[in-house]
């Protein structure tokens, strides 16, 4: 039978099924609370929506009486599509949870009980990040005192990434030294202590840092990731950490942090022997620490990161690290990565870059000078990134020059505040060619000369690095 065979009721009965199935599949229900209109399965299909209309429309049944039609539908439809969300599977409604802000998933929790359950599922509280700053100091709204309380009382065992984020204020670094302090019943394996503006941390009683820290150091016994740079941390509180995750311990930065001695971190890379990664000051650094850190027993390091800083200057002098320590580390870790950030003056540099040294990234913060640079070139043939924040008035082209000649995996440079000439540019990207993928020097850093004026230089790079290139421009404001 075709269907112009049907009765009119049979296919009044078929359009109005259409109806239902498209409204069921397509219709972002409203709810009396809240808006759920964030959630992405509940989105309207504008697709559907338009066979719905022209269903609607060719049924001479619809056209007696649209208004009324639509109402009593929407009504019984919304009902209906309540009824399917509120019985969807607990996996389905975390899935959707998991996508959503915290803020739009505690209002998603108050719809109904079912949903409200799946709010309190573990799964949705591994990750948590503490947001806590005072209206005076902060640009960052902090998280609600009773959503801590909750946390602490109802997810604490839950929890296993974590950070804090506080502002400039003594308040809030104790704010979250207090949250710390109750985390006493934690698995946490990922523990990060940031401050947006200066280190916060080290304003407030260390005594207090220190007993709140350990809180977490002793009770959660599985602790893979720490980062707690800038912060009152001393060496007594990292044995604790080490007597406690030894075994697990495998990302630790603590640059800034004043009260921890070459002994303290020396003893974390002697009993965590799969410790990959590690940050820290430079006045940390001994041959010691590295010859700890080549063990046979100890892990290959990844990384290694160390900032020169001189709060003093004139004042401090720094240890030279011996050639055959940092050999010993690169024969156990060949593809460690050596990351060196130096905040110094110019009369500070004596020590460093004497003696072949293995980093692989160099950033000069302050002025730098031109022997310290030749240096460089000749003491590293390890380096492939280079940041010259600044020099003075005295061109780099030989320095620059050498460089590209003998650090051959030289890949990223960055110049700014200093000079080279054309030519002495040209050279250096042809001595590196297309291996230097990232070149970023301002346009003031390069001196016309008789070869190459500013309107012909972008060519020649461009030529040699194998794709467009031009200078950076200062933005003038």
């Known amino acids: 039978m075709d269907v112009g065979e049907y009765p009119m009721g049979a296919v009044t009965s078929f359009h109005l099924s259409q109806v239902n199935c498209n409204l069921q599949a397509s219709f972002s229900f409203p709810n009396p609370k809240d808006d759920l209109s964030f959630c992405p399965v509940t989105r309207m299909k504008r697709s559907n929506l338009s066979v719905v209309n022209k269903i609607i429309q060719s049924s001479p049944v ?16 919304m009902y209906t599509a309540l009824a399917d969300w509120g019985s969807l599977p607990h996996h389905v409604v975390l899935h959707i949870f998991q996508y959503l802000p915290l803020i739009d998933r505690a209002r998603a929790s108050s719809v109904c009980r079912r949903w409200n359950e799946v709010f309190h ?101 599985s602790l893979s990731s720490i980062k707690i740079e800038g912060t009152p941390v001393d060496d007594p509180s990292l044995k604790i950490l080490v007597a406690n995750n030894s075994d697990t ?3 630790l930065k603590m640059s800034s ?42 892990v290959n390091l990844e990384h290694l990161r160390i900032d020169v800083v001189s709060e003093n200057p004139g004042q401090i002098e720094f240890y030279s690290i011996k050639k055959q320590s940092w050999d010993a580390l690169i024969k156990h870790s060949p593809g460690v990565n050596i990351v060196m950030y130096f905040f110094l003056y110019e ?4 020590t460093f870059f004497k003696e072949e040294t293995p980093v692989t990234h160099l950033y000069f913060g302050r002025s730098v000078s031109k022997a310290v640079l030749g240096r460089v070139g000749l003491n590293c043939p390890r380096l492939v990134e280079l940041v010259v924040c600044a020099n003075g008035l005295q061109t780099l082209d030989d320095e620059l020059i050498c460089i590209a000649k003998h650090c051959k995996n030289l ?17 250096c990207v042809r001595q590196c060619g297309r291996r230097l993928t990232q070149l970023s020097i301002m346009e003031e850093v390069l001196i016309p000369d008789g070869n190459y004026g500013l309107d012909e230089i972008h060519t020649e790079v461009s030529k040699h690095l194998g794709r467009i290139w031009f200078p950076e421009v200062m933005p003038i404001w």
Request: proline share 3%.
């Open 62 to 77: 619809m056209k007696q009486s649209k208004l009324g039609f639509y109402s009593s539908l929407s009504q019984t439809h």
């Open 121 to 221: 599922i573990p799964d949705l509280w591994r990750k948590f990040e503490f947001e806590l700053t005072q209206p005076a100091t902060s640009y960052f709204k902090s998280t609600h005192p009773d959503l801590i309380q909750q946390i602490i009382k109802k997810h604490a065992t839950h929890l296993q990434y974590v950070s804090f984020k506080v502002d400039s204020s003594t308040e809030s670094a104790e704010a979250a030294c207090d949250i710390l302090s109750q985390l006493v019943n934690c698995s946490i394996q990922t523990l990060g202590l940031i401050s947006t503006a200066k280190p916060s941390f080290m304003n407030m009683s260390k005594s207090h840092f220190v007993s709140a820290l350990t809180v977490v150091f002793v009770n959660s016994k």
């Open 249 to 251: 311990l495998r990302l």
């Open 257 to 298: 942090c004043p009260h921890v001695s070459s002994d303290g971190i020396l003893c974390v890379a002697d009993h965590c022997q799969g410790l990959k990664e590690l940050a820290l000051n430079y006045y940390m650094l001994s041959d010691e620490l590295l010859l700890a850190l080549s063990s046979e027993t100890h």
């Open 347 to 350: 009369e500070e540099f004596e």
């Open 411 to 427: 890949t990223a440079l960055g110049l700014s505040e200093c000079e080279v000439s054309c030519s002495a540019l040209v050279e």
